[in-house]
């Protein structure tokens, strides 16, 4: 039987290239995010190039109720999780945080800490009920360092890390494996999220140097999640050559 990752994020950068690394190793997947077109496309396109059956769920990770009701529409098997990668979250807005926009801090601090915390809650039990699982969670180097302006972001990366380590202690009884991936600067839409769709400023991030590309996170991503039973990698930081922190780079 193939087994099952549940990946949230799908729909972009890091999650999709991690959905189709997974299909391409045999897994059958679970998408989801909120863009249901971007969804429904994926799963078609992971369908026919890996031959994955694949179960898209579209729903926003800050709304309990809609999270409570995609993990409680899974099926028997659909419930088998050994995987799950809380990978949905975003950064919005890059200001002094005595400028800092209320709406944006709400927005990062409800999909990275209680969006992650809410699909958590629900899949962790059935993890549990078969003794066996990985839980792969998306930090970032802004939850080791904290860099100017990024105050809110590098406080819930932080909070990812804490709850990283959280994770591992409390799942620990039920031989559940818990990874943090903290990667440096990744060309996606992150940045395009973070400045509101300002795609020249966006792309101005990665000028001047090689970033990481979404498919090298996701190739750590199921390298972790590839290792025998006994072992697991705690937490991984992964950085492009030319970033060495938040605030050192080899830019030409
Ligand atoms: P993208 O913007 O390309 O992808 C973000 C994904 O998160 C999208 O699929 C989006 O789906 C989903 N998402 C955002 N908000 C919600 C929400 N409320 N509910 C459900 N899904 C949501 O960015 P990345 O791939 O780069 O980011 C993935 C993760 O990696 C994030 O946690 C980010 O913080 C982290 N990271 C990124 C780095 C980078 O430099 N790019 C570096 C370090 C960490 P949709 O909009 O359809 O809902
Ligand atoms: C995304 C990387 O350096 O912009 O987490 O915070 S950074």
């Not at 045999?26 to 971007?38: A, V």
């Not at 860099?147 to 709850?163: E, Q």
């Not at 818990?178 to 440096?184: C, E, H, L, M, S």
């Not at 972790?224 to 990698?233: D, E, K, Q, W």
Request: proline residues 3%.
């Amino acid at each position: 039987m193939k087994k099952i990752a549940m990946i949230t994020g799908a729909t972009s950068g890091i999650g999709e290239a991690s959905a189709h690394i997974f299909a391409k190793n045999n897994y059958n997947l679970i998408i989801t995010g909120r863009r249901e077109d971007r969804l429904l496309k994926l799963a078609e396109e992971l369908e026919s190039s890996y031959n994955a059956s694949v179960l898209p769920l579209t729903f926003d990770v800050r709304n309990l109720e809609e999270v409570k009701a995609a993990v409680e529409s899974l099926n028997d098997e659909w419930q088998q999780i050994d995987v799950l990668l809380n990978n949905a979250g975003l950064s919005v807005g890059l200001d002094p945080i005595q400028e800092g926009n209320f709406d944006d801090w709400e927005t990062m601090i409800d999909t990275n800490v209680k969006g992650l915390l809410y699909v958590t809650r629900l899949v962790s039990p059935l993890m549990i009920k078969r003794q066996q699982g990985h839980i792969i969670n998306l930090g970032s180097i802004a939850g080791k360092e904290t860099y100017a302006n990024g105050n809110v972001y590098c406080a819930t990366k932080h909070a990812v890390d804490s709850l990283n380590k959280a994770m591992r202690i409390d799942l620990l009884p039920y031989n559940i494996k818990v990874t943090a991936i903290n990667p440096g600067a990744v060309e996606t839409e992150f940045s395009i999220v973070r400045f509101k769709g300002d795609e020249v400023r966006a792309k101005n991030v990665y000028n001047g140097f090689e970033p990481l590309s979404a498919t090298d996170i996701a190739d750590a991503i199921y390298y972790v999640a590839s290792l025998p039973a006994h072992v697991n990698i705690n937490d991984l930081t992964i950085m492009p050559t030319a970033q060495a922190s938040t605030v050192y780079w080899n830019k030409k």
